[in-house]
């Protein structure tokens, strides 16, 4: 088995580790398999009730093993098929009801935005920084980038990082919305936030998190319906109906007058 991707499971939690850090954690083929194959093991287990995401090394990801492409006689098919393999678990982690949250440090490039926006919350060290720099080795993006990148910072922004040599830092980064914090203890903070969504209401942070993920791939209408159907699902669950009695008889108190002697 491959070591390139670790995955380490800790009761309901289970955390993705990119481990290539000699090569800022650029994905090569033999990790773009293992990405695949852990991705579809976690969306598949309905034990997992939460993600981390995180990386060994000075840097979260690089994007793809450019260099290791370059030496290795690849064509352009075998580049698209490389592709596509790290794209099936993207899918896979994008389309689970599992929350993921996303521990980043150093640089974030090229194919690596794309790995990174599969987690629903990101929490950034101060010294992360993020760039494209596909248009300066003549490529374009890939890995989810032209489609998870303006849907998180907006069109224009995206354009700007796309198409041209602009490195934004941790804060910018928050401000524009593409990372939810920028922590000196990204790791603990990450940890906190995994902890609370397995002590929360595990099953509605997964389901809302699918519902948004899946939104913008469907007529309104169906998204719709799909919520009035989940709500519903929820509302019938022991956890939501014990929930709701809690928050009912704490209403009743807030709102009970005061008795008088």
């Known amino acids: 088995m491959s ?10 939690l289970a955390r993705i580790t990119l481990n290539r850090p000699a090569s800022l954690n650029a994905v090569d083929t ?9 991705a579809a093991e976690v969306a598949s287990d309905a034990s997992v009730g939460a993600v ?23 064509g352009g098919a075998e580049v698209t098929d490389t592709a ?14 599992v929350p993921i949250v996303a521990v980043v440090q150093g640089a974030v490039a090229g194919g690596g935005l794309g790995i990174m926006l599969v987690a629903d919350y990101i929490v950034a060290a101060p010294t992360a920084a993020f760039v494209s720099k596909y248009a ?19 069109q224009r922004r ?18 524009w919305g593409l990372v939810a914090e920028v922590d000196a203890d990204p790791a603990g903070r990450a940890e906190a936030i995994a902890q609370s969504w397995l002590t ?11 519902l948004v993920r899946g939104g913008s791939d469907r007529p309104f209408h169906d ?18 109906r014990t929930r709701i009695e809690a928050f009912a008889a704490a209403s009743a108190r807030r709102t009970r007058p005061e008795e008088t002697a």
């Open 158 to 175: 995206a354009l700007q990082l796309l198409l041209t040599d602009t490195t934004i830092d941790a804060e910018t980064a928050r401000s």
């Open 3 to 12: 070591d390139t991707i670790l995955l380490r499971r800790d009761g309901a």
């Open 84 to 97: 596509r393999i790290i794209n099936d678990g993207i899918v896979s982690l994008t389309s689970s009801a």
């Open 200 to 210: 929360g209401a595990t099953g509605a942070f997964g389901q809302a998190k699918r």
């Open 223 to 240: 998204s719709l319906d799909d919520e009035a159907r989940t709500i519903g699902g929820r509302f019938d669950t022991d956890e939501a």
């Open 30 to 38: 033999e990790m773009a398999a293992r990405w695949r194959d852990v």
């Open 136 to 154: 300066n080795i003549g490529l374009t993006p890939d890995l989810g980038v032209s489609t998870l990148l303006p849907a998180a910072i907006g």
């Open 52 to 74: 981390i995401l995180d990386a060994a090394g000075r840097a979260f990801c690089a994007g793809g093993d450019v260099l290791s492409m370059s030496t290795s006689g690849l």
